[in-house]
């Protein structure tokens, strides 16, 4: 098991397959990009793979996501899934993904064991995504999102960040829309991720601020908070279900109490929180022929030390210094 000194026992895994992305969102990276990971340094598909294994079959983890960067632009992905939920016991396997190449790949990642992906869309408005996103892809992104519906990659999470002067008048029309299509919208405040750090919490859209928003054409219950567990989204049941709506307010109403994740970041380290600022090496045992049981202790070693928070919800938070793009969300 994966257990910190606070009480917390991680089972959810979360796996960065990549640091690049064929996108250059404002609040994430700068419009030219960053200097990638050299390809020696990423794991191997073989390697990624054992030290998923050994997080399911020795450190309990039952949940698996894959992320990036953009984890489709990851050559060998579809092995990578048809291999893990392959694994005894079988873990839940999901993706986020920006969505641009979902249509091409929903199916087959459906066929290899894939059970759900969350798709990243901030806007229904194809200039506002251009301004966003500094690509031209919006209408790319609304179709992966249907090829993931009809492959049965369900339910199909939706993550929306609201940017203040760009799309944040659109919280009501993004529900709306998403009622209609049948995906589950949730709406994430925005977090220090971005490599130039231009974050600033004066003028973020915050939890509060959306809630008000939808209440102006939506009637919202909270859910039962038994149902939540340890899910970062705070959800509500919308105009008297069967719809619902999340609200993953980081940075307002922090959740680090309940955390559940463990991460391996795209060159194999080892995070106990997105925005940790240590690191443990994992790769450098997988390389020189650790067996099993010392990377299961490196690992519980690593987790045994996890702080009891974030930092985000302190005014003085300071952004750590590594792109977030390898690190996975």
């Not at 939890?207 to 939540?228: K, V, Y």
């Not at 619902?244 to 970041?265: K, M, N, Q």
């Amino acid at each position: 098991m994966l257990i910190d000194t606070f009480g917390r026992t991680a089972t959810d895994l979360r796996v960065s397959l990549t640091d690049r992305c064929n996108l250059r969102c404002t609040y994430c990276m700068p419009e030219e990009g960053l200097q990638w990971l050299a390809k020696p340094d990423l794991l191997t598909d073989d390697e990624i793979v054992r030290l998923v294994r050994i997080a399911v079959t020795d450190l309990g983890i039952t949940e698996v996501r894959f992320t990036g960067g953009e984890p489709l632009l990851r050559p060998g992905l579809v092995g990578i899934v048809e291999r893990v939920a392959a694994l005894e016991p079988r873990p839940k396997t999901s993706l986020t993904t920006n969505g641009i190449g979902l249509r091409r790949t929903a199916q087959a990642l459906k066929d290899a064991g894939l059970d759900r992906v969350n798709v990243s869309l901030d806007t229904l408005r194809p200039e506002v995504f251009k301004a966003l996103t500094r690509r031209d892809r919006h209408q790319d992104v609304l179709d992966g999102l249907a090829a993931a519906r009809e492959a049965g990659l369900t339910p199909v999470k939706v993550n929306a960040v609201l940017m203040p002067g760009l799309n944040d008048d659109e919280a009501p029309e993004l529900l709306a829309w998403a009622v209609d299509h049948g995906y589950e919208l949730r709406f994430i405040e925005q977090m220090p991720l971005d490599a130039q750090h231009g974050w600033k919490r004066e003028g973020m859209i915050t939890a509060g601020d959306i809630l008000e928003a939808l209440r102006t054409r939506f009637t919202l219950a909270p859910e039962d908070g038994s149902a939540r567990g340890s899910a970062p989204a705070e959800r509500w049941v919308v105009d008297g279900g069967p719809h619902r709506v999340g609200v993953i307010a980081s940075v307002t109403r922090p959740f680090c109490r309940a955390c559940d994740r463990t991460r391996l970041t795209a060159d194999g380290q080892v995070r106990t929180c997105l925005f940790a600022t240590e690191e443990t090496d994992l790769r450098a045992a997988l390389r020189s022929d650790a067996p099993d049981g010392e990377i299961s202790r490196i690992w519980r070693q690593a987790m045994w030390g996890k702080k009891a928070g974030s930092g985000l919800d302190d005014p003085s938070f300071l952004q750590p210094e590594r792109p977030m793009s390898a690190i996975g969300g």
